[in-house]
């Protein structure tokens, strides 16, 4: 999952927030260089992305573009799946999408002291050009293909990734509907199994 469906599954805490978006930047054990809370975020978004990688749902959906795109197909899916998540926000928040937006980026910059540099920039960004919010767009979307594309350091299609995206889109919502309840239900297990962590 993209960082709008990691943001909304640890939303009911700001440390498993914070390390929510850590997750992407930090590798490797975890030995205390932060706060118990944001490395169980940290724990958190590694086991949302391992129980994402395998579920036979998702494979189906990484299987829809055709083969040129296989090796790219999780990245595309991760987007596809948040722009689903943006288009249809009001069924999984009682917020809007701005309102949402604007609350989580301010609750991670309050830990401004324990982010590293890279993350605080990036959060940052995000509040600056309300990206969270440009998933419900299409246009968004396909921009973001075309930034991976050359932020990728190994040849890729991303750049044209989006045509995969209007070719199969009917059979990508439907596999999100299909798998998101899942994921909310194995995160709020996960949650209330590791709080004590």
Known sequence: MNHLAHFLLSEQDSALLVGGLLGDFV????????????????????????????HPIVRTSCKRPVPRFRRVAPI???????????????????ASLEGFSKR??????????ELPAGPRRFVTYLA?????????????IERSFLHLNKRLTRDN????????????????ESDFFAFFPELQQFTYAWIDSNHSL
């Open 27 to 54: 590798k490797g054990r975890l030995k205390g260089q932060f706060s118990p809370g944001i490395e169980n975020g940290i724990r958190l978004h590694r086991a949302i992305d391992a129980f994402t990688d395998r």
């Open 76 to 94: 595309m899916t991760d987007i596809f799946y948040d722009y689903f998540l943006a288009k249809h926000w009001t069924q999984f928040h009682g």
């Open 104 to 113: 989580i980026t301010r609750t991670i910059l309050d830990y401004d002291i």
């Open 128 to 140: 600056e050009t309300r990206s969270l919010e440009g998933y419900r767009d299409t246009a968004f």
């Open 157 to 172: 299609p991303l750049d044209v990734a989006y045509s995969q995206f209007a070719e199969n889109e009917s059979g990508l």
